[in-house]
């Protein structure tokens, strides 16, 4: 069973840092495609970023580029976003999710339980 | 970027009644590989989404029969045969192929009468 445990959100002061992490079990970490989404209050699912089994083929959503760093350790079968320069719009609920392996077929998105993110002073 | 719209955004829905929810692109999800890039997730209340539809029509692991999805190109829907309580939710289509970025629709929110 696909299993990924989202942490490190919490309370940040405008202009501050955040690193998130999100454990993975399961399945072959290393070979998969990764993602984080974010839900901000009541609103919609929107994506962040992407990255590829190697972590040498990576895409932002222009909202947060120059600003986030999505990053990799497959040794640790973990995935990470560092968040820089927060602002009040970045308050959201972060959910990391799987995509295809870098083999496969596509079978669309599994998901964490997301955390919440607040940046407010 | 891929526009995804939704319709109708809020469907209330007599348990057992079927139900049906549109998602237009703004650009073609059918690639030359034959397959249509377009997933359904249902995001039931207080919790992650769930992958519901993959490749415009294959349900997912553990998804029951009642969920169906069709359409091509531009064009899809999802169907609920007959809706069950634990369907409510927010309902959203997804694409995968004209990246970045990965778009949503808007979300069409079901619930019971």
């Known amino acids: 069973e696909v299993l990924l445990v989202e942490s490190g959100g919490g309370l940040v002061q405008p202009g501050g840092s955040l690193r998130l992490s999100c454990a993975a079990s399961g399945f072959p970490f290393s070979s998969h495609w990764m993602h984080w989404v974010r839900q901000a209050p009541g609103k919609g699912l929107v994506w962040v970023s992407r990255i590829n089994f190697d972590g040498r083929n990576i895409m932002y959503a222009d909202s947060v580029k120059g600003r986030f760093t999505i990053s990799r350790d497959n040794a640790k079968n973990t995935l990470y976003l560092q968040m820089s320069s927060l602002r009040a719009e970045d308050t959201a609920v972060y959910y990391c999710?799987?995509?295809?392996?870098?083999?496969?077929?596509?079978?669309?998105?599994?998901w964490g339980q997301g955390t919440l993110v607040t940046v407010s002073s | 970027d891929v526009v995804l719209t939704q319709s109708p955004l809020s469907l209330p829905v007599t348990p057992g009644e079927p139900a049906s929810i549109s998602c237009r692109s703004s650009?073609?999800?059918?690639?030359?590989?034959?397959?249509?890039?377009l997933d359904w997730y249902l995001q039931k209340p207080g919790q992650s989404p769930q992958l519901l539809i993959y490749?415009?029509?294959n349900r997912a692991s553990g998804v029951p029969d009642r969920f169906s999805g069709s359409g091509s190109g531009t064009d899809f829907t999802l169907k609920i045969s007959r809706v069950e309580a634990e369907d409510v939710g927010i309902y959203y289509c997804m694409q995968p192929i004209h990246t970045p970025p990965y778009t949503f629709g808007q979300g069409t929110k079901l619930e019971i009468k």
């Open positions: 999710a799987r995509d295809r392996s870098d083999s496969g077929t596509y079978v669309g998105f599994s």
């Open positions: 650009q073609s999800l059918l690639e030359s590989d034959g397959n249509n890039y």
């Open positions: 490749l415009g029509s």
